[in-house]
């Protein structure tokens, strides 16, 4: 690897620690205490670190599998250690088993992997210029982008008002709207494709491409959807990343303009989810005036500050849900149905389930509200901790391999699509509850490889010869 890349990094690495200690120090300002927990905090800070180290000797890929597991799993588990608000208590010895022994699920696949990558990829890697014929995907993106267009308008219809304008309160959450819900949410992955387009072919219609890129962040706020946003901002990064690499711009060039443009992303969309929070939260309150500082209240939070309070209870918190759920729960299991919930949900078989689904969600214990428990509430609530650890492993054995099949000749952009989608898909599982687990998952996988695989020509050459490949 470039050791100019390298360099910076490390310097990433470095500004997340700064983001990690400027945290804990605001934490000290606070009159509690945290004495119990600063052992664990250090601790997961220090194996968190050391992990992103070895993925940064193992991957030459900035998305890999590893990188998401930091930003998505272990770095929000650190956090958790900090207990800014009075809802936060330790985690029991059951918990922690939990933790780790998924923790290590998710590793050992991706370390093997890694491991592989580093010995199969540098013998392979393309030393020329690599080209696509981009401008064939003009017309997909035209007609799928239209299509969407047209499913958001009916899905509105369906809703009774465009929910910023009407008020969450005042419109309906009727089931057959599940369909076009999953419809548009191809949208983000779409403008990912949009933008790679543009990078690449950007002189042919320009106008009429950057509809299509800026589609999903419309809609996100008509919609008052904050995931929408992220899977935005995740799929336009993704397709950056790789028009940079097809464009043979040097490494560090790479990273120093992927870094800007995730630090300008994030920058905006931690105001989107602020604004769009609240709107959402008046508009379900109906005439109620929220006052200032109701949700940091309404969190227990020992900071009067509703932004810090959104960010660490969506990205945080979801922990200390998932200890509250392992400690109180006593229900029956689901036998699997979450993790099937792919096949069963289109098939429309949830009744002859042996338990209702809707039973088992009333009787969840929540630290708060319909807050979320990450996604081994769900996998737990299937069949427990072995069913759990053998899951997990089973989820990183399928990013895995997806991943593999997307770097293993350079760029396979059928591959790398679909591993967009499903890396996506395991980052806000993280935090999320069962969001890979949602048949459109699965789907959208198979839509974004039969387009790029048919549209797609990747002409290459190396040192020895020239060769031409259909994905």
Known sequence: MNIRLRIESLLIYLFVCIVIGLTFLLTLNIQINIQKNIIYFFILLSVSLLIL?????????????????????????????????????NFSPKTWILLISTTIAFLIPTFINGINLKSRVNKNLIKKKR???????????????LSI???????????????????????????????????????????????FYLSLNGKKFRKLMWIFILLPYIYSILQMLRSFMLATIFSQISFIYLSYRIKGLEAYSITRKLFKYILI????????MVILGNLRLQSMTGSTKLGKNFFSHALGFYINNDAFAWL??????????????????????????????PIIGPLQIKNFWPVDPHYIDSIIPRLWGN????????????????????IVLFISIVINYIYLKSVIRGIN?????????ISYGVLYMFFNSGAILQPNVILYMFIIYYITSKYIKLEVSNENSDKCFDY
């Open 53 to 89: 180290f070895i993925s940064n000797y193992l991957f030459d890929e900035i998305n890999n599998p590893i990188n998401l597991f930091f930003i998505g799993w272990l770095l929000p588990l650190t956090l958790s250690q900090l207990h800014v608000s009075k809802l936060q208590e």
């Open 131 to 145: 080209i696509y014929n981009v401008g064939n995907l003009y017309k997909p993106i035209i007609s799928i982008g």
């Open 149 to 195: 267009i047209f499913v958001m308008i009916i899905n509105w219809v369906f809703l009774g008002g465009i929910p910023i304008f009407a008020g969450e309160s005042n419109i309906s959450h009727l089931d057959n709207t599940k369909f076009t819900s999953y419809a548009i949410f191809f949208a983000p992955y779409l403008s990912g494709i949009a933008t």
């Open 265 to 272: 992303g994030v920058t905006l969309l931690i105001f989107a």
């Open 312 to 341: 660490y209870s969506y990205y945080v918190m979801g922990f200390d849900n998932l200890n509250y759920f392992i400690n109180n729960y006593s229900g029956p299991f689901m036998y699997g149905y979450n993790v099937l919930l």
């Open 371 to 390: 807050a979320v428990g990450t996604y081994l509430r769900e996998i737990y609530l299937d069949g427990g901790l072995v069913y759990s650890f053998i």
């Open 413 to 421: 952009l059928s591959w790398f699509s679909m591993y967009v989608v």
